[in-house]
């Protein structure tokens, strides 16, 4: 993989995408990696290549590499000849070379020579897709919150275990203060934000506990106790922090991703049916998504192969 390759994120995505449907399509308990870096048997140095499969035949373990080419032109001998003398430096057992273009007629009469696997991918439409992979629409939820303020008490050593309410505060900081500068200051030169202490409240606590999805904002506040050990600032100087009360507006809201919208998928080698891929994907949270992938020619659920990247039940 070139440098110019590897800071190009449509490029790594296409690497990151094939290697998603090799994992989705291969048995279980076989690992794929994408980049992998390998160590060269000839120069001792470390060869990158785009993807790994590892798995095991009987009690032998067996490497794959996968290399992917994303370019307007067909393939040539030329690029799998570099493979295969890079798959054998590397001592890799096989190679899958995928192209979106495809190749040419001589390339694939050396692959079978080389002992080559050659795949092809293309995108295709919602009509062209098996029945099974049919599903209309996919639903994100995404948790949402905006601060609405912050009220101060400062420490009073005589209250012991009081628990005042959030009438009770001194001040309100300003609406436009920053969520993100250090205004708190504790022992040891610390120091953290308005939103570290959000993170933390998410962290220990259950935030969005019983917000229904869809429903409008709900405001809760959240009372955090310090110990008069820590300080904030403010237009008189730093004051010695007892309470901190901060109240957000919360609310969970849909992200529609529609078969149209996702990415439909077919993937194959020379004059075999190949696998179709659907995959959606949220455009508002990076590298959220969910994938169904079956043989393309596939009749039963029972070939399905149900897959994705979301955060689990408790985080939403």
């Given amino acids: 993989m070139t440098a110019r390759r590897s800071n190009d994120p449509q490029w790594r995505e296409f690497e990151k995408l094939i290697a998603r449907i090799e994992a989705d399509a291969g048995p279980q308990g076989i690992v794929i990696k994408s980049p992998d870096r390998i160590r060269c048997k000839l120069t001792g140095r470390l060869r990158e290549v785009d993807a790994t499969i590892r798995t095991k035949v009987g009690t032998a373990e067996m490497l794959i590499t996968i290399e992917c080419r994303r370019r307007t032109k067909v393939q040539d001998v030329t690029w799998l000849e570099q493979l295969a003398t890079k798959r054998s430096s590397i001592g890799a057992d096989h190679t899958i070379a995928v192209s979106h273009s495809g190749f040419s007629p001589e390339a694939e009469t050396v692959a079978q020579r080389l002992g080559i696997t050659l795949r092809r991918i293309a995108d295709v439409q919602a009509q062209d897709l098996n029945p099974l992979l049919g599903l209309d629409v996919v639903i994100f939820w995404h948790k949402r919150c905006v601060c609405t303020g912050v009220g101060i008490r400062t420490y009073r050593p005589d209250e012991g275990d009081v628990r005042p309410e959030p009438d009770g505060i001194d001040y309100v900081l300003p609406s436009d203060t920053d969520l993100s500068a250090p205004v708190f200051h504790g022992e040891g030169g610390s120091s953290w934000s308005i939103n570290s202490i959000w993170h933390e409240v998410q962290n ?88 169904i992938q079956a043989p393309a020619d596939a009749t039963s659920v029972d070939d399905l192969r149900i897959g994705g990247n979301w955060p689990n039940s408790d985080d939403g």
Avoid: H
Avoid at 231 to 255: H, K, N
């Fill in 204 to 291: 220990s606590l259950d935030p969005y506990a019983e917000i229904e999805k869809a429903a409008p904002p709900i405001t809760r506040t959240a009372r955090i106790r310090y110990p008069g050990t820590v300080t904030i600032d403010t237009l008189d100087g730093p004051a010695r922090l007892g309470f901190v009360f901060l109240s957000t507006a919360m609310w969970i809201e849909p992200e529609f991703v529609t078969i149209e919208e996702a990415r439909k998928i077919r993937y194959n080698g020379d004059g075999d049916v190949g696998i179709q891929r659907v995959e959606f994907s949220s455009a508002r949270t990076e590298d959220w998504r969910i994938s």
